[in-house]
């Protein structure tokens, strides 16, 4: 099991950015995945960003490509999504998760691979 605590939300105005970190404790393997939700007020749940831990591939939500980046030092076992040109409708609760196997496998787009999830830190983008 491991163990998500994510901070860094906040309120920006639009075209501001913010930086998303997610502290990650217990058993964590290289091989395996992690990820970065949102679920905005009213919709469903989506994937937003993903990395392999180990070889740091990345794949990102057409919503979000070009403009958040998503990161890990596997040193400090920390995730980060650095947000920028934010719009109004990035706005979310924002939640990292972690997948027991590779990225190839977990994607973003199939979040019942995710095992462990965190509490989520809200991120709201005004006009």
């Known amino acids: 099991q491991v163990q998500l605590v994510e901070s860094g939300g906040g309120s920006v105005q639009a075209g501001g950015s913010l930086r998303l970190t997610c502290a990650a404790s217990?058993?964590?393997?290289?091989?395996?995945?992690m990820a970065w939700f949102r679920q905005a007020p009213g919709k469903e749940r989506e994937g937003v960003a993903g990395i392999g831990l180990n070889i740091g591939m990345t794949i990102y939500a057409d919503s979000v490509k070009g403009r958040f980046t998503i990161s890990r030092d596997n040193a400090k076992n920390t995730l980060y999504l650095q947000m920028n040109s934010l719009k109004p409708e990035d706005t979310g609760m924002y939640y990292c998760?972690?997948?027991?196997?590779?990225?190839?496998?977990?994607?973003?787009?199939?979040?019942?691979?995710?095992?462990?999830w965190g509490q989520g830190t809200q991120v709201t983008v005004s006009t």
């Open positions: 217990g058993i964590i393997n290289s091989r395996h995945s």
């Open positions: 998760a972690y997948c027991a196997a590779s990225l190839n496998l977990c994607g973003i787009e199939r979040e019942w691979r995710y095992r462990d």
